[in-house]
């Protein structure tokens, strides 16, 4: 049998905590910086913007270059261009990782891309 006299535990502050306030309408989240971790030297930009215009014209297109790279076309040309946003390291492994080359060869400027001579074994 229940016993009705029984207080129970709500309303005995074990309730939890009421949620936040949200934030009024003028206050604007503040944007996230990225980390200074993958952000690259004005030189070493300056090589990936170098190299990803050369892959270009090793692949054939914007468009074949970010199909190996696995992200939108725009975003490459974007890299490419010299006052586009800059490449960040991130960008620089997945270029490197796309050629064939270390890390290294590509951010010290020494990617050297042949094209591929067709009927003619390596």
């Known amino acids: 049998m229940h016993d009705l006299d029984w207080p129970g535990s709500y309303g005995q502050e074990n309730d939890p905590p009421c949620p936040p306030d949200p934030p009024a309408a ?4 503040q944007k996230q910086r990225r980390s200074d971790a993958l952000k690259l030297s ?8 170098v190299a990803v215009r050369k892959l270009r014209r090793a692949f054939g297109s914007f468009n074949a ?3 190996r790279l696995n992200m ?5 040309r974007r890299m490419a261009n010299p ?13 490197a990782a796309a050629a064939g080359v270390a890390v290294e060869v590509l951010l010290g400027g020494k ?12």
């Open 26 to 29: 003028s206050e604007k989240p």
């Open 42 to 49: 004005p030189e070493e930009v300056k090589a990936v913007r």
């Open 65 to 67: 270059l970010a199909a």
């Open 72 to 76: 939108p076309a725009n975003t490459v």
């Open 83 to 95: 006052n586009g946003i800059p490449p960040t390291g991130t960008f620089a492994i997945r270029l």
């Open 111 to 122: 990617l050297v891309v042949t094209t591929p001579v067709i009927g003619r074994a390596a």
